[in-house]
Structure formats: C-alpha cells, structure tokens
Nanobody
Framework: QVQLVESGGGLVQAGGSLRLSCAAS????????MGWFRQAPGKEREFVAA?????????YYADSVKGRFTISRDNAKNTMYLEMNSLKPEDTAVYYC???????????????????WGQGTQVTVSS
C-alpha cells in the first residue's frame, strides 16, 4: 500500500505562485509514475502533470499548464512537487496527488490508470 498526503494549497492572486507537495509513504518503490490531477466544481477530474521517476525520468504536462507549472520529485524525501507560476483564476480547483501501481510503464492522463490518491488540497486563484 502507498499513502499520499498533499499540502501547500491556498488562496493566491492571479499571476501569483504556489508550490504543492505530495509526501508518499509505504511501498513507494512500487509506484514508478506519480502525477497531479485537479477538479474544479462541477467538472470532471483532469490531468495536470505526471512524472516517471523509476527506470528513466519522463515528464508530461497538460497543454493548459505547460510553461507555467513544473513537476519534480525528491527521491530522498519521497516527495513530489508541483511548482505553479503565473496562476490564473481557471486554475482554481482541488488538486490531487496520484500514484501508479508497479505495472504501469507509460504516463497516462486517465484517472483510472492510477491506483493511489491523496485527499486533495484546495487552490483558489482570485482575479
């Protein structure tokens, strides 16, 4: 089992920055891919970014955040980060950390491909 705990959400003005953290515990070596998703009120959960950190590093971003958000992972701390810059009101959502099982090799945008989820952290961007 793997446990994920997000932190770092909050209220920020448009154009500002936030850094989200996702601390992983348990059998973290069995989760080669970790990602961030978000869900705004009344909308489906959507892919934001993901990183493959075992067997070679690979990173993928949603077009809506490319160039503004940066995903990274500190393997020594078992913590994944999402650095969010130039935030827009449309970035307002609950942000979730997700992790794959050991069988997942390629990064996926689909929520169903991820086995473990955090509880979410609220990000609110005011205009």
């Amino acid at each position: 089992q793997v446990q994920l705990v997000e932190s770092g959400g909050g209220l920020v003005q448009a154009g500002g920055s936030l850094r989200l953290s996702c601390a992983a515990s348990g059998r973290t070596r069995s989760t080669p891919i970790m990602g961030w998703f978000r869900q705004a009120p009344g909308k489906e959960r959507e892919f934001v970014a993901a990183i493959r950190w075992i067997g070679g590093v690979n990173i993928y971003y949603a077009d809506s955040v490319k160039g503004r958000f940066t995903i990274s992972r500190d393997n020594a701390k078992n913590t994944m980060y999402l650095e969010m810059n130039s935030l827009k009101p449309e970035d307002t959502a609950v942000y979730y950390c997700a992790a794959s099982d050991s069988e997942m090799y390629n990064i996926s945008r689909l929520t169903t491909r991820y086995s473990y989820w955090g509880q979410g952290t609220q990000v609110t961007v005011s205009s």
